[in-house]
């Protein structure tokens, strides 16, 4: 009988998450897609309305785990950066999606008041919808 930490641990490699130790030190962007195309996907998954709140949660998302592919020369002020745009959208848009979430490709968030997203994973294709 396999223990509890074997169990959990195929489970992480089953869904491709990494495991909990490496989560927030790497990019967890998708890898077969350059950030400026993954923005660009999410723009049309958003049905390219610029003023679509779960948008910008997604991309100060992807910002977030792009910079830490970046050299330290570049990811210290993107640090900044990302910490200033995730309190902004915290606070004028309601939505807290941490970058250390692995976020599939065309996620698309329906948002209607306060949500704060705390998975490990989500997939592709996936829709979220929010009406508090």
């Known amino acids: 009988m396999r223990n509890v930490s074997d169990a959990y641990l195929a489970a992480e490699q089953a869904m491709q998450v990494p495991p909990v130790a490496s989560r927030g030190r790497t990019n967890q962007n998708p890898q077969d897609i350059g950030f400026w195309a993954l923005v660009a996907e999410d723009f049309d998954t958003h049905e390219r309305k610029f003023f679509e709140q779960g948008f910008w949660a997604i991309f100060v998302h992807r910002f977030g785990n792009w910079r830490m592919g970046q050299p330290k020369i570049i990811r210290?002020?993107?640090?900044?950066?990302?910490?200033?745009?995730?309190?902004?959208?915290?606070?004028?848009?309601?939505?807290?999606?941490?970058?250390?979430?692995?976020?599939?490709?065309?996620?698309?968030?329906?948002?209607?008041?306060?949500?704060?997203?705390?998975?490990?994973?989500?997939?592709?294709?996936?829709?979220?919808?929010?009406?508090?």
């Open 76 to 132: 210290a002020p993107s640090t900044l950066l990302y910490r200033i745009m995730f309190k902004l959208i915290e606070w004028f848009c309601g939505i807290s999606l941490w970058y250390t979430v692995k976020l599939g490709r065309r996620v698309r968030i329906w948002h209607h008041s306060g949500m704060s997203l705390g998975a490990r994973a989500i997939g592709d294709d996936v829709h979220i919808r929010q009406n508090t």
